[in-house]
């Protein structure tokens, strides 16, 4: 297997864009979770997903944000509309518990 | 809540030698798991080493092994015979399971590992 996927790999866009991030998971694994990493607030949660349904989203942080797993295969993480202040590196991770979390190489973002 | 406190920012240590990094954590669980993940420059984070809770002997992994000390909720890790490619940041993650597998982590260390 090709591990957890990550789409785009950078991504800058402007104040009040729209951004989504892609993620495919390892095949067979039944949990995805998006994490995000700041120097701030280190890694934390934002949404975590058990067989393509939202289990927890209080991590997300606003209503800006908005996650979805139509399928097995895929997830998205939509920022709409960008602020500076969502600048951060944004992992994907994939688990059929209660084996590791496998993580995506992460996409950075950028928004100026 | 749980949570996960590594106590050292920074540490160094010359290559060869040996280190070990400080993790503790907070939870009123009894069945979890511990993990210490590498996330060098290249940003991936790696799986290092995992323990489970139950298990009593510490997780050994070639060149890195655990002290773990359940009542303590203290899990270190210790780098034997350090390399440069061992340089990233090293992070310390707890999961209980049941119906919630995601991972909290602690804030990192950052190991430079010096020729």
């Known amino acids: 297997d090709a591990g957890v996927i990550q789409s785009p790999r950078h991504e800058v866009t402007e104040m009040g864009q729209e951004v989504t991030l892609r993620c495919k998971p390892i095949?067979?694994?039944?949990?995805l979770f998006w994490y995000r990493q700041t120097m701030m607030r280190g890694l934390e949660l934002l949404i975590y997903f058990n067989n393509n349904v939202p289990i927890d989203d209080s991590g997300m942080p606003e209503d800006r944000f908005s996650a979805k797993m139509p399928n097995a295969s895929f997830s998205t993480l939509k920022i709409q509309p960008s602020e500076p202040r969502d600048s951060a590196v944004y992992f994907c991770?994939?688990?059929?518990?209660?084996?590791?979390?496998?993580f995506g190489q992460g996409t950075r973002l950028t928004v100026v | 809540a749980q949570t996960v406190t590594q106590s050292q920012p920074e540490m160094s240590v010359q290559e060869a030698e040996t280190v070990t990094l400080s993790c503790t954590y907070d939870t009123s669980e009894n069945n979890y798991y511990l993990f210490w993940y590498k996330q060098p420059p290249s940003r991936q984070m790696i799986l290092v080493i995992r323990?489970?809770?139950?298990?009593?002997q510490n997780a050994t992994e070639n060149r890195f092994s655990v002290n773990f000390q359940k009542a303590a909720k203290s899990f270190s890790l210790k780098i034997s015979d350090s390399q440069l490619g061992d340089t990233a940041m090293y992070f310390c993650a707890f999961n209980y399971g049941g119906s919630q597998g995601n991972l909290i982590f602690g804030k990192g260390t950052k190991l430079s590992v010096k020729p």
């Open positions: 323990q489970e809770a139950y298990k009593q």
């Open positions: 095949s067979g694994h039944n949990s």
């Open positions: 991770a994939s688990s059929f518990y209660p084996d590791t979390d496998f």
